[in-house]
């Protein structure tokens, strides 16, 4: 591999840098971007951005910037039956997966079947838990039917459409397809260098008009100080960084600054089957003892909202703004002496001699997320509770979540229900991978989240989100903390960017350039 850094010995930065893949970032046809992650496949089926914005994948839906659904492989909205239980989507006439076959109601059938194979390692099974059956009504035409009503299934419906053809005799969970596959996306799959890199190509024949970047190389780079070097030495034409690492590119000739709104939180995930925070006493007097405002102001130097459900306030309709905590450290104080977790001459909490101790974890290549945990746990160490501070991966962290809190993230600003039910309903307590992490249990809430699902009544669901989150921060299974608003660093170089609430997935997909496919150069 050659990595050229442009020469810092004149005064301003040469515009035509040399990126990490030979091209150059001078270039307002190619784009190189460094990303906080990567993925670990990118097949649909296997979980790859399940929220659209796919560049080599399209679903039946697609959003605009207002997060409006809109038909992508669908000639129009699916519809519905009055029950709720059965939806059809039409196709749109002639279009081809990026090899030249055509796409058809076979390929819907196997992607949707696929999904919910249990069998198949997908990490999104649990979106379409209402699905019963899906069928190809005739090469156009798709049905799906649902066990129960389930309001917000056209949400899902973003998902990227694989041709069945690729996976004849073929193991989905390890098949070729997975790191090189074919969509009937804006782009194509050039190279995968795992753990390095990822290089897309336009796909001229696109059925939505040819791109006019024609090249994107990702760059994986997860140490956020990492990428902020590597964007100031000319390697990026963009990428995302905290909040205090961009700003030194306010007002910087060339670049953008751009902070777009978002339903991602991070939180810290507190157990509730440890005999410590059991009592949800004690969880809601850590919420009360957590001053989230200082932590808007100091770690996000201003770019966020404060959390208090996995309801972000930018879902308007279902936020409910009594639900929140404040930061009250007599009444935590009160709540845990009533819990039996009293102070001794030392300061530190015990009862029954057992100390009151929770250790707080964090990824250790996240900046941001240190800088949170670190101010967490300040915080609920003044409350007279022992919370060590532990720099871990994501695999320890799910290992542990039965005995310590970690730093989590998530959030979508797309519905109540694909923001909260997996996260906190008890079905999910014990299930592997990333489900109601916390092992919290609450049947009130459990009524409400069904309620909030199944019902097709606007007026019916709103009340039970709003049930659903006044039981919740009286009984709280999370600490969350803040809402991000993220921030972007970009070369100033193209037209077309459109601001969009982002969700918590913000690398290739959902981010700034979540419609880089529309992206023009500058004159």
Not at 27 to 39: D, M, N, R
Not at 58 to 82: N, W
Not at 218 to 234: E, H, S
Not at 488 to 498: A, F, I
Request: proline share 7%.
């Amino acid at each position: 591999m050659r990595r050229a850094v442009c020469a810092l010995l004149t005064v301003v930065l040469v515009a035509a840098c040399s990126s990490p893949d030979g091209s150059t970032t001078g270039s307002a046809t190619s784009i190189v971007i460094g990303a906080g992650s990567e993925p670990e496949n990118l097949n649909p089926v296997l979980g790859y951005a399940p929220d659209g914005a796919a560049k080599i994948f399209d679903g039946l839906v697609s959003r605009d910037a207002s997060l409006a659904l809109k038909p992508a492989l669908a000639d129009g909205l699916p519809t519905a039956s009055a029950d709720g239980l059965t939806w059809t989507a039409k196709l749109r006439k002639d279009i081809t997966f990026s090899d030249g076959t055509p796409l058809t109601a076979q390929d819907v059938v196997f992607t949707y079947k696929s999904v919910l194979d249990k069998k198949v390692n997908s990490t999104i099974a649990t979106r379409f838990d209402a699905v019963t059956d899906v069928v190809a009504v005739d090469t156009g035409t798709v049905e799906f039917t649902l066990s129960h009503a389930y309001a917000p299934f056209p949400q899902q419906l973003t998902l990227g459409i694989v041709p069945a053809a690729k996976f004849a005799g073929v193991d989905v969970n390890s098949a070729p397809f997975n790191t090189a596959p074919i969509g009937t996306g804006p782009y194509t799959v050039a190279e995968w260098r795992k753990g390095d890199r990822l290089v897309l190509k336009a796909n001229e024949k696109y059925w939505g008009g040819a791109p006019a970047i024609k090249t994107v190389t990702v760059v994986f780079v997860p140490d956020d100080n990492a990428r902020a070097t590597r964007m100031a030495a000319g390697e990026f034409d963009g990428t995302v960084l905290p909040p205090k690492l961009a700003r030194s590119y306010v007002s910087k000739s060339g670049y953008r600054l751009v902070q777009n709104p978002s339903a991602d939180y991070r939180g810290l995930g507190i157990p509730s089957e440890l005999p410590f925070t059991s009592d949800p006493r004690v969880r809601r007097a850590i919420n009360l003892g957590i001053n989230r405002q200082a932590m808007i102001d100091a770690v996000l130097a201003g770019s966020g909202k404060p959390a208090a459900t996995p309801i972000s306030p930018h879902l308007k309709d279902w936020y409910d703004p009594s639900a929140t905590f404040a930061f009250d450290t007599a009444e935590a104080a009160r709540l845990l002496d009533e819990a039996g977790w009293r102070k001794g001459a030392d300061g530190k909490r015990a009862r029954d001699g057992q100390p009151a101790r929770l250790p707080v974890l964090y990824p250790a290549p996240d900046v941001l997320r240190k800088e949170l945990a670190l101010a967490a746990a300040s915080d609920i160490a003044k409350l007279g509770i022992d919370a060590p501070v532990e720099a871990t991966t994501f695999e320890v962290m799910l290992q542990r979540r039965g005995e310590a809190a970690s730093v989590w993230g998530g959030g979508e600003p797309y519905d109540p229900d694909t923001a909260a039910y997996t996260l906190l309903h008890s079905r999910y307590a014990g299930q592997q991978g990333y489900v109601n992490m916390t092992l919290y249990r609450n049947s009130t809430v459990d009524t409400a989240l069904d309620t909030g699902r199944r019902s097709l009544d606007p007026g019916v669901r709103k009340q039970a989100y709003q049930d659903f989150q006044r039981a919740y921060v009286n009984d709280p299974g999370w600490a969350f903390l803040v809402f991000l608003d993220h921030t972007y660093v970009l070369r100033d170089k193209w037209n077309g960017q459109e601001t969009q609430v982002e969700p918590h997935d913000h690398g290739l997909v959902n981010a700034v350039w979540w419609n880089l496919e529309r992206w023009t150069p500058k004159p």
